[in-house]
Each structure stands twice: as structure tokens, then as C-alpha cells.
């Protein structure tokens, strides 16, 4: 199975939520979106076992709302990883909601913790007044409850380049993106 | 044909095909339409106005309560007053103990996604909900409460309706249809627009006072069935 993770903040308990999830053959990505400072990031991501990283980066990206954001998400979801089991945030992001619409995939926030059974993976959703456990079908997106500490497993840094990915690469128009492609302006500091 | 020949209605006309002469005269006898006919029949304008709210309600040892957020954007979209206020909630018959309640703050018409299964939260039902109500009222607002469940199902809602969101809003502004949604972080005040409609705005709890209840008012309440599949199996 393939996870893919999207790093918006600092991944160490995402790592070690999929690392305690995974089994023998799993494989999982990791993405960011930004400069070149999250490199440092997606190395962390493959000091814990990623097979791939990219970043997505592109002129064209700047000033994009949330809207924006999840249609970029979405774009790169569904070229480079079309079949993963799941896509998981490291913190919750308006995006993250606005990506499980768009890509029709269920959504589950708040998770505090997964697991796996013989029929598939199962998160444990802390809402602070319930707490629930869910059976996650196959492509949701997860993201993790603000809070949660579980630390990785450093298996040693492999060579792996992060792979720039761009407008281009996401067979995105540049109306989707950026500012032409935000709903949300930001009109003036009061 | 009086005055019709040369009507850019272009035959189109009833009085023209009848034979009858135009009897309003606003044919104009010229190949184009009275000035500024155009402008006002401006079709391309949205429709959208008024505010829904979402009314969440949370079931606790049995007793069902309406969240403190809920009402107080309620209070918010009253003073605002930006049109009709409606009002979505979602659960099973037991909610219609609530109308009075919801109506005494300021709902007129109010929306019952009517499923016992939706009395839990399962945010793509309560996405799709939202949205297909939307279609029906055309609201220029959404407003949905910053609880965890409300963050979660509002972008949701928002994209399933092509429109951005602004979440945490520190205060609200309405001029005629437009809302003016702020936001505070690290220290700044900053102002945002949406410019699509329905504007979808989420709020924390006691951002907005919490407004005095008119006894005795009274609104119209629709139940709606909910149709599809976004139900999430909870263990």
C-alpha cells in the first residue's frame, strides 16, 4: 500500500502514526509545498523511511487561497498518486477538507490514532467531547489531532532527491492557481 | 405593425406575430433596445442574499442543546441584517423540540436535514446538506461555528460549492450583499473578501455576545432529505 503525507508543520508524529500503521512492501511519499527551506522537512521525511518527496513549487502558486491550495493538492493526489491508501496531514489545514471534496474521498480529522485489522485501517477521531473509531476506506484523508506525540523510528538517511514539481508537472492552468485561482482576497491591513 | 418594423425583438414579439400593433411601445420602432435596458435587466448578477447559519447541536447525557456558537452568529446575522436568516440542522424528529429556541433568535426559515442517522456528525451528509440547501436559498452567507466539528465540516462545504471560506474571523462587516470577514494573526488585523458567492465564514465561540431571545417569534421550518451515501462507519 501507498501513503502519501503532506507536511504542513512538523511531521515527527505523522511519521511515527504511519510508521506504527505500515506493513512489509508499504511504501509512503511525502510533499510539501513552499521554498527550499522545507527541504530540511522532507530529508526528516526521509530519514523515517519515505520513499519519494517533492515539493511543489511555482511562481504560479503564490497567493493562493485555501481553495487554491487544495485544487494544487488535488492536482498532484491525482497524477502522482492516484491509488495511494491514504493521504494523511501532518496538522490539520482548511485545505485538508476542501482536497477529500475534491478528489470524493472521505475525510477524517481530529485522529488521535490508527491501526490496521485484516480489513483494512481503522482511526480513532478525538472530537475533545466524543471520541469515535472509524473505518477508513481506502483513499480518505486523515489529518492528526493537534497534540498527539508519537515519535518515529529514524531508519537512517537514503539518498533521495526531492523532486521540484511545478505548474507544469501538475498539469494545472494558470487560472487554477494563485491568486487567479483564489476566491479569498485579502483587501487591506485595518 | 405600428412602430414594430425594424424591432430587434426580431419577430419574437407576441403583438408582431399576432399582427397587433406593440401596445407598450417599448418596441422603439429602431433596430436596438430602450437605453439602458441592458443595465437594468442586468442578468448576469447574483442572486444570492440572506445568511444561513449552521445550528449545531450537541446530545449530551441524553439532552440536546444547541451550541453557544450557533446562537451567537445568529445575534451576529440578525444585527447585520443581510436578509432572511435561515438556519440548517440536521438529526432525527427529536430536533423539532428546538425550533422554538431557534426561531426565537432570529431564524425565518429553517432547514431540518430530517435522518436519525445524521443526529451524529458525518461531515460529507452535512457537506452535501449544506450545499444543496445553498442551491435551493442562494444565501450570500454562510456562517458555520469554529467548533471542531464546524472547522471541519465548513471548507468542506465551501468547496463543495466552488467558494472560498475564511476561518477564525475576529469580526464581521456586511455592506448590502458583500461581507467583510477579518482576521487577526501574529498581531494583524487583516480584512478579506470573498468574491464568490455563498461568502462562508467560520467564528469562535464568544467572538459575538450572545443575543437576547424573542419570545413567542415565530418561522417557517422545512424538513429535507438528505439522499446520499457520505456516511462514515463508526465502530
Known amino acids: 500500500m501507498d501513503y502519501v503525507l503532506f507536511v504542513t508543520g512538523g511531521p515527527d508524529s505523522a511519521l511515527g502514526m504511519l510508521q506504527s500503521v505500515m506493513q512489509e512492501g508499504d511504501t509512503f511519499s511525502a510533499v510539501a509545498i513552499g521554498g527550499e527551506k522545507l527541504d530540511e522537512i522532507l530529508d526528516t521525511c526521509i530519514s523515517a523511511g519515505a520513499s519519494e518527496t517533492y515539493r511543489l513549487m511555482d511562481k504560479a502558486f503564490i497567493g493562493s487561497d485555501t481553495w487554491a491550495l487544495a485544487r494544487t493538492y488535488a492536482a498532484f493526489a491525482g497524477k502522482y498518486h492516484p491509488g495511494a491508501e491514504a493521504l494523511i496531514f501532518a496538522r490539520y489545514s482548511s485545505a485538508m477538507p476542501m482536497l477529500a471534496h475534491l478528489i470524493r474521498a472521505q475525510q477524517f480529522c481530529y485522529v488521535a490514532d490508527m491501526e490496521r485489522d485484516d480489513l483494512g485501517m481503522i482511526v480513532t477521531q478525538d472530537y475533545g467531547d466524543d471520541r469515535r473509531r472509524c473505518r477508513v476506506p481506502s483513499g480518505s484523508v486523515i489529518s492528526l489531532k493537534e497534540g498527539v506525540d508519537i515519535p518515529f523510528q529514524d531508519k537512517g538517511a537514503s539518498t533521495s532527491d526531492v523532486r521540484i514539481l511545478g505548474l507544469e508537472d501538475l498539469e494545472l492552468a494558470e487560472m487554477s492557481v494563485g491568486s487567479f485561482g483564489s476566491r479569498v482576497f485579502e483587501r487591506e491591513v485595518c | ?235
Open chain 2, 1 to 235: 405593425m405600428g412602430g414594430c418594423d425594424g424591432c430587434a425583438s426580431s419577430g419574437s414579439c407576441p403583438s408582431y406575430s399576432s399582427g397587433d400593433s406593440c401596445s407598450s411601445g417599448s418596441c422603439g420602432g429602431e433596430k436596438k433596445l430602450p437605453p439602458g435596458m441592458l443595465e437594468h435587466y442586468n442578468t448576469n448578477q447574483s442572486t444570492a442574499d440572506g445568511t444561513l447559519v449552521f445550528i449545531e447541536v450537541s446530545d449530551k447525557g441524553g439532552v440536546q442543546k444547541i451550541e453557544p456558537v450557533s446562537i451567537q452568529l445568529l445575534g451576529k446575522a440578525s444585527e447585520m441584517q443581510g436578509g432572511r436568516i435561515f438556519g440548517i440542522v440536521f438529526g432525527g424528529p427529536e430536533r423539532k423540540e428546538l425550533y422554538k429556541e431557534i426561531f426565537s433568535f432570529g431564524v425565518d426559515t429553517l432547514y431540518h436535514v430530517r435522518d436519525p442517522r445524521l443526529s451524529v456528525f458525518h461531515p460529507e451528509a452535512y457537506a452535501e446538506s449544506v450545499a444543496a440547501v445553498c442551491e435551493r436559498v442562494i444565501p450570500a452567507t454562510v456562517l458555520i461555528g469554529s467548533t471542531p466539528r464546524g472547522a471541519e465540516l465548513a471548507p468542506r462545504a465551501a468547496a463543495s460549492m466552488g467558494t472560498g471560506i475564511v476561518t477564525e474571523c475576529s469580526d464581521l462587516a456586511l455592506e448590502g450583499r458583500k461581507l467583510s470577514m477579518f482576521r487577526v494573526s501574529e498581531g494583524r488585523k487583516t480584512r478579506y473578501e470573498c468574491i464568490t458567492f455563498p461568502q462562508v465564514a467560520t467564528v469562535k465561540e464568544g467572538v459575538f455576545p450572545f443575543p437576547a431571545a424573542q419570545e413567542g417569534r415565530g418561522g417557517t421550518a422545512f424538513y429535507w432529505q438528505y439522499k446520499g451515501d457520505g456516511f462514515k462507519q463508526i465502530l
